[in-house]
């Protein structure tokens, strides 16, 4: 059965304080893995996508990477703006285009 | 600006009340979607419709309805026969889903 996994499922840092999420995935074969951030009340708004084992992507203080079992998304010196939900999904190539869901990792910096 | 419109931001149904969630994108998006979203859990996915006039269950449709007769517009009603619908309602939206969702900034429902 395909699988997402996301882990901590909260984690607190201070500001400045680097870390990363863990996104592990069971799919039969992988299309694609999505980041998305959630603001309390709010829609996730997309950040990455990454199709191969081995591709990075970055944007401002994140780095998501994907190996062929899971992704990280990797903060670098975070500021309290970052707080947010983090989701992980999968799409699998026999999915017809739909995605697999994490529970989300509920990041918390305090100032 | 293109992106998706959904409305109203908070909701209150009554019980035995059928009630209809809006969602309206302007991306020229072929797929759209409904999710519903409860604390601690990821998202589930509702209904989807990949083109006009054409829609599927997901996994949790029962006592959900949808219809799509423009492209544009993807509405949810919420039927007396969901028992426990109070829960944040996300729509989506994709271009066949390659590259990535839009969501939008989702509808509460509350039970009262």
């Known amino acids: 059965e395909d699988q997402v996994t996301q882990s901590p499922e909260a984690l607190r840092l201070q500001e400045g304080e680097s870390s990363s999420l863990n996104c592990s995935y069971t799919?039969?074969?992988?299309?694609?893995l999505f980041w998305y951030r959630q603001d309390p009340g709010k829609g996730p708004e997309f950040l990455f996508t990454?199709?191969?084992?081995?591709e990075e992507k970055e944007k401002e203080r994140l780095k998501a990477t994907l190996t062929k079992k899971e992704s990280f998304l990797h903060i670098t010196a975070p500021k309290p703006e970052d707080s947010a939900t983090y989701l992980c999904?999968?799409?699998?190539?026999?999915?017809?285009?739909?995605?697999?869901w994490g529970a989300g990792t509920k990041l918390i910096i305090k100032p | 600006d293109g992106g998706i419109t959904q409305s109203p931001k908070y909701l209150f149904r009554k019980e035995g009340q059928n009630v209809t969630l809006s969602c309206e994108q302007n991306l020229n998006h072929d797929a759209m979607y409904w999710y519903r979203q409860d604390p601690g859990q990821g998202l589930r996915l509702i209904y989807y419709?990949?083109?006009?006039?054409?829609?599927q269950k997901g996994d949790i449709a029962e006592g959900y309805s949808v219809s799509r007769e423009k492209k544009e517009s993807f509405p949810l009603t919420v039927t007396s026969a969901q028992k426990n619908p109070t829960a944040f309602y996300l729509c989506?939206?994709?271009?066949?889903?390659?590259?990535?969702?839009?969501f939008g900034s989702g509808t509460r429902l509350t039970v009262v």
């Open positions: 419709s990949q083109i006009v006039n054409d829609f």
């Open positions: 999904a999968v799409q699998a190539l026999d999915s017809n285009y739909q995605l697999i």
């Open positions: 989506a939206s994709s271009d066949s889903g390659v590259y990535g969702y839009t």
């Open positions: 990454l199709y191969s084992a081995g």
């Open positions: 799919v039969s074969g992988l299309r694609g």
